[in-house]
């Protein structure tokens, strides 16, 4: 996903207030005066062993997500390398286990150098697969082992094989203090059951090796891997506290090859693959292109597991600098309410609507560039109902699928998502979301 902008001076927080116009002295009022989010009450004060309130969002449902809050001592893992995180995933069988993170963890510390294959050359690559001599009507599938596609393909491998991490079953992962996190990891929930991910700041990994595609568009395209988190057929998973951002590799610093911007990065979070039962809260998502993604495909395989599942939470979140995806959903009944959405200049939308979505989207704040229409906020991909209700945008009630209604009048959006949210704690109105959300959103905000 294409993060174009830099944070500036202030930080997001500081920015998402004063692009609101909400005067830093005035948080403890609006706090007052609203009440605070029913925040998780961790046991004998370690928030390692914090639980999802029960209400708390699609991920409270049925039995609830308690991660690793039962490990026994002999489960409870502090780690400050990459090594040491992989062993303790590992470590100790099936039962539930806390992993502490202390400090930034590097998953590449020795660069991406360290994964190419003896042979592989970048010019060589570039050379042999420019569009004036390779052309755009032949992909690069059919290429063989010992070609410079061969070698990338070979190269990436590796780096797979290095960047991501499997996360079992009944886990907390927890930063220690307001400095921890991954850079370049990509933590992989797959077909699991009951995760904690929390107070963790997450760097997107950097696809060391990304694919040229000639076939993809009408110039060609640059394709990557890994998400920062992939929550694939699992179920019960709370994010909570979480920083994702692109940090020291933006968008904006990316090359261009062939014309097109040299794509070293894809998602900050995708929930596919009949995935069921989240809840993210308390986020800060940042300087993205395609940020998350809920169901991965239109086509007939995927809506035979997804329709039924792919429920989600988003609630008090921070959408800092995104240009798309917060997030882009498909079939799933996902509820997205006190959210802070602050736009910058390469905004696109926010909402997704796609194939059998079922959105609601209420009592949210939308921050947007001077002279930027309400209308971009709702995107239509396909015919799916969306309820849309209470949502400021620049200060001001919005009717959002009015606005994009009046703008997009061939392709209308149709109100009322045929379900109502029941799984909430606070709401707050519209009005104080950003001072409530800059006051507690993102890692290192742990109260």
Not at 178 to 198: E, T, Y
Not at 309 to 324: A, I
Not at 348 to 358: A, H, L, M, R, V
Request: charge should be negative.
């Amino acid at each position: 996903m294409n993060r174009r902008d830099r944070r500036d001076g202030q930080g997001w927080h500081g920015h998402a207030m004063k692009r609101a116009g909400v005067l830093a002295g005035c948080t403890a009022l609006v706090l007052a005066l609203t009440g605070t989010t029913a925040q998780a009450r961790p046991a004998h004060g370690d928030p390692a062993r914090a639980t999802l309130p029960a209400g708390d969002g699609w991920g409270s449902y049925g039995s609830g997500t308690t991660g690793g809050a039962a490990a026994d001592r002999e489960h409870v893992f502090t780690v400050r390398t990459w090594a040491e995180f992989r062993a303790a995933l590992t470590a100790g069988g099936s039962g539930p286990r806390i992993i502490k993170v202390k400090g930034m963890i590097d998953a590449v510390p020795d660069g991406c150098d360290a994964f190419a294959v003896p042979g592989y050359d970048f010019g060589a690559y570039l050379e042999k697969y420019a569009p004036e001599t390779w052309g755009l009507d032949t992909d690069l599938s059919a290429e063989p082992d010992d070609s410079p596609e061969g070698l990338r393909r070979a190269s990436a491998a590796r780096q797979d094989r290095a960047v991501k991490a499997d996360v079992p079953a009944n886990t907390t992962i927890i930063g220690v203090g307001r400095n921890a996190g991954f850079k370049g990891a990509s933590l992989q929930l797959r077909g699991v059951d009951n995760v904690i991910v929390r107070n963790l700041t997450l760097e997107s990994p950097v696809d060391c090796f990304p694919q040229w595609d000639p076939t993809d568009g009408a110039k060609g395209n640059w394709n990557s891997e890994y998400d920062s988190v992939v929550v694939h057929g699992s179920a019960h998973v709370w994010l909570d506290h979480n920083t994702f951002t692109d940090g020291e590799h933006p968008d904006s610093a990316a090359p261009t090859h062939f014309g097109m911007l040299y794509q070293q990065h894809d998602g900050q979070l995708d929930i596919v693959r009949g995935a069921d039962h989240v809840t993210a809260s308390w986020n800060v998502f940042t300087e993205h292109d395609k940020t998350i993604l809920i169901g991965n495909s239109d086509g007939e395989s995927a809506a035979a597991v997804d329709r039924g599942r792919l429920k989600v939470t988003f609630h008090h979140n921070l959408f800092h600098d995104l240009v798309e995806r917060a997030p882009r959903v498909r079939f799933g009944q996902v509820d997205v309410y006190n959210n802070h959405f602050v736009a910058g200049k390469t905004y696109s939308y926010s909402f997704g609507i796609g194939k059998e979505s079922q959105l609601v989207a209420e009592h949210n704040a939308f921050t947007l560039p001077e002279g930027t229409s309400p209308a971009k906020i709702l995107k239509r991909w396909n015919d799916a109902p969306v309820t849309a209700a209470h949502n400021r945008v620049d200060g001001r009630a919005t009717d959002l699928i009015a606005a994009h209604n009046a703008e997009n009048p061939a392709t209308p959006l149709r109100s009322g998502a045929g379900w109502t949210p029941t799984l909430r704690t606070t709401v707050h109105p519209a009005w104080a979301v950003p001072a409530v959300v800059a006051h507690g959103a993102g890692a290192g905000r742990l109260r």
